[in-house]
């Protein structure tokens, strides 16, 4: 019955799993001493989780452009949620709870937002840590999603 529910809902869990990844993530941080080998090899791991999300996306009976979509359509909230909350409200109008999500749901792969933050302005700026893992988020999924449309075989056509 479980397997059935996990089966019908594949798509939604793969959407849902960065922001309750982050979430798990930001919770044991904060009660397992800090590992650099363990976070690391937590966010090369969200890296190859995103990249296989990607792909089932790419292999949705869908249109394309609506796959896509659909793949990236929390990431698109949480990103609007991103700027609305740390760009145009001022501290005393943000939502805890939204400016949380918005953070959360990068958290897995924010180490390597930093490190590309550091390697291309030479600073850490924490608005930009996260905007910056918010496109390489982008270009992981859609690197997976390519790569599974190139990949596929297409059908040949033998008609006379």
């Known amino acids: 019955m479980l397997n059935d ?10 959407v849902l799993a960065p922001l309750l990844g982050g979430w798990l993530f ?7 001493p800090a ?11 969200f890296v190859v989780f995103w990249f296989w999300a990607g ?6 009976k869908k249109s394309t452009a609506l796959s896509f979509v659909m793949g990236n359509s929390l ?7 991103f700027l609305w ?18 953070q959360l749901y990068v958290l ?12 291309l302005t030479g600073s850490i700026d924490a608005a930009q840590i996260i905007i910056m893992s918010y496109i390489l988020m982008l270009l992981v999924f859609t690197a997976g999603f390519v790569y599974e449309r190139v990949r596929k075989p297409k059908p040949e056509n033998h008609t006379l």
């Open 5 to 14: 529910y996990l089966k019908k809902n594949k798509m939604t869990w793969i």
């Open 26 to 32: 930001q919770a044991l941080m904060t009660r397992i």
């Open 35 to 45: 590992s650099g080998v363990l976070i690391w090899t937590i966010h090369l791991g």
């Open 55 to 60: 792909r089932q996306f790419s292999q949705m």
């Open 75 to 81: 990431w698109l909230i949480c990103l609007l949620l």
């Open 85 to 102: 909350q740390f760009m145009l409200a001022g501290d005393e109008s943000r939502s805890l709870v939204l400016a949380l999500m918005a």
């Open 108 to 119: 897995l792969i924010v180490g390597f937002g930093t490190q590309l933050q550091l390697l």
